[in-house]
T-cell receptor
Framework: GAVVSQHPSWVICKSGTSVKIECRSL??????MFWYRQFPKQSLMLMAT?????????EQGVEKDKFLINHASLTLSTLTVTSAHPEDSSFYIC???????????FGPGTRLTVT | KNEVEQSPQNLTAQEGEFITINCSYS?????LHWLQQHPGGGIVSLFM???GKKKHGRLIATINIQEKHSSLHITASHPRDSAVYIC???????????FGQGTRLTINP
């Protein structure tokens, strides 16, 4: 159990457009979801933490108006990259936790390329 | 200095060798995670531990809370073990993880 999916797995978009990435917990209720980005050969960087029904908590330096996070249900969180630019090209990964043990279950990631 | 330091950063070994990857951290923690990331990018959680030792197949993870140190061992390594191994810690009272920079492991046949 504890499977997290992401959709799409990869996306190419034009500069200035918006892209929505979905993160779903398939067999558990994720009370908290995390969104990360990862640049090539670097480790994961936490962008924001989102609790179901609450506003996301963004890490320092992450623009909340550019990276819109919605966690409307216990099984779905979305990340929308608004007005994407080439520097937003990255690998975006979500994870969810289901209980107080806080073990995180990671999605397979979404590779975003902005042209 | 990063809160979580891994060593080595890169490791190349022959199939069958015993592999050790180390992780040191500087904060009080509730738990430490070992993660595996394959070239395709997906991340798999290998272990979450807060004390002692855990074993799963050929993988063994140990942690010494007093010394703030953890090790991940792979016995009888295989080319399919080639991946980036990431140590991450969760501070006491926190939800989020702090990640090490990762160890890139290559096992040659």
């Amino acid at each position: 159990g504890a499977v997290v999916s992401q959709h799409p797995s990869w996306v190419i978009c034009k500069s200035g457009t918006s892209v929505k990435i979905e993160c779903r917990s398939l067999d558990f209720q994720a009370t908290t979801m995390f969104w990360y980005r990862q640049f090539p050969k670097q480790s994961l960087m936490l962008m924001a933490t989102s609790n179901e029904g609450s506003k996301a908590t963004y890490e320092q330096g992450v623009e909340k108006d550019k990276f819109l996070i919605n966690h409307a249900s216990l099984t779905l969180s979305t990340l929308t990259v608004t007005s994407a630019h080439p520097e937003d090209s990255s690998f975006y990964i979500c994870s969810g936790t289901r209980d107080v043990s806080y073990e995180q279950y990671f999605g397979p990631g979404t590779r975003l390329t902005v042209t | 200095k990063n809160e979580v330091e891994q060593s080595p950063q890169n490791l190349t070994a022959q199939e069958g060798e015993f592999i050790t990857i180390n992780c040191s951290y500087s904060v009080g923690i509730s738990a430490l995670h070992w993660l595996q990331q394959h070239p395709g990018g997906g991340i798999v959680s290998l272990f979450m531990l807060s004390s002692g030792k855990k074993k799963h197949g050929r993988l063994i993870a140990t942690i010494n809370i007093q010394e703030k140190h953890s090790s991940l061992h792979i016995t009888a390594s295989h080319p399919r073990d080639s991946a980036v191994y990431i140590c991450a810690v969760r501070s006491q009272g926190a939800q989020k993880l702090v990640f090490g920079q990762g160890t890139r492991l290559t096992i040659n046949p």
